[in-house]
């Protein structure tokens, strides 16, 4: 069973940072992209940011460029995105989403979202 749990989301003031993680398990690949995005209500999922495995590429959202780090810790097994600069526009359900490669086949997965809230 391959899970993503994510967590750290919580209330912050406009300009302030938080740091999300996404932990997951229950499964072995060596190809993969594990990937954040958001969700406000009445609008479409928006990817945040993402990062690919071999090679730790990464690409931003336009939004979020110079103000979002993402990055993965292999030894942890854990996805975290550091977000600076807070804007009230950041306010969203923040999800955990990998699309990974195990036994020949790319599988999709998400997590259950965290909430993040921007506010003075």
């Known amino acids: 069973q391959v899970q993503l749990v994510e967590s750290g989301g919580g209330l912050v003031q406009p300009g302030g940072s938080l740091r999300l993680s996404c932990a997951a398990s229950g499964f072995s690949s060596s190809r993969y992209v594990m990937s954040w995005y958001r969700q406000s209500p009445g609008k479409e999922r928006e990817l945040v940011a993402l990062?690919?495995?071999?090679?730790?590429?990464?690409n931003y959202g336009d939004s979020v460029k110079g103000r979002f780090i993402i990055s993965r810790d292999n030894v942890k097994n854990t996805l975290s995105l550091q977000m600076n600069s807070l804007k009230p526009e950041d306010t969203a359900v923040y999800y955990c989403y990998a699309r990974l490669l195990i036994r020949g086949a790319f599988n999709d997965y998400w997590g259950q979202g965290t909430q993040v809230t921007v506010s003075s």
């Open positions: 990062i690919t495995i071999p090679g730790g590429s990464t």
